[in-house]
């Protein structure tokens, strides 16, 4: 059914969760993995304006990204990473359409009204802005974080 999945990441414990599933979805319908990681803050939104070398949270990044790679080859899936800088949900679906993904499938919290704005709705933007199926997958950790009295 799907051939390629675009995984974005954010460096968070939501990753472990949405790449366990993608584990399993992957595996059945044979299809290849790219992970996307996009660096957000002042340097990364700028860093082709500005012409910056990579700082310490870009390599980190980039190191991150190759290391969940490497764990999913080790696995036996094809995969690879790619480090974005700027707007997340522009970066998601210009990366979905370049690289040909069939599926986008993402983390999210669960936040509700004015907690998407100030933590921002990523999966929302991404959802209205492609074509491309998007995949939700909500962390059952944060979600009884959430909830719990």
């Known amino acids: 059914m799907y051939r390629r999945i675009l995984v974005p990441l954010e460096r968070s414990g939501t990753d472990a969760c949405i790449l366990a599933h993608v ?8 299809a290849s993995l790219v992970l996307l990681h996009v660096a957000d803050g002042f340097a990364a939104r700028h860093v082709k304006a500005l012409a910056l070398r ?10 991150y990204l190759e290391a969940c790679c490497a764990g999913l080859r080790d696995d036996g899936f094809a995969c690879e990473s790619i480090l ?3 707007d997340p949900a522009t970066e998601i ?6 690289e040909g993904c069939d599926l986008i499938a993402m983390g999210v919290h669960g936040h509700r009204g004015l907690q ?16 491309v199926p998007v995949l939700m997958v909500r962390d059952p950790a944060r979600t009884r974080a959430r909830t719990a009295p």
Not at 23 to 30: I, K, T
Request: net charge negative; glycine share 10%; aromatic share 2%.
């Open 23 to 30: 584990r399993e979805l992957a595996g059945l319908c044979r």
């Open 84 to 86: 974005a800088g700027g």
């Open 93 to 98: 679906v210009a990366a979905a359409e370049r």
């Open 116 to 131: 998407d704005v100030f933590r921002g709705a990523t999966a929302d933007a991404v959802r209205h802005r492609t074509l």
């Open 54 to 63: 990579e700082s310490q949270e870009i390599q980190e990044d980039r190191a």
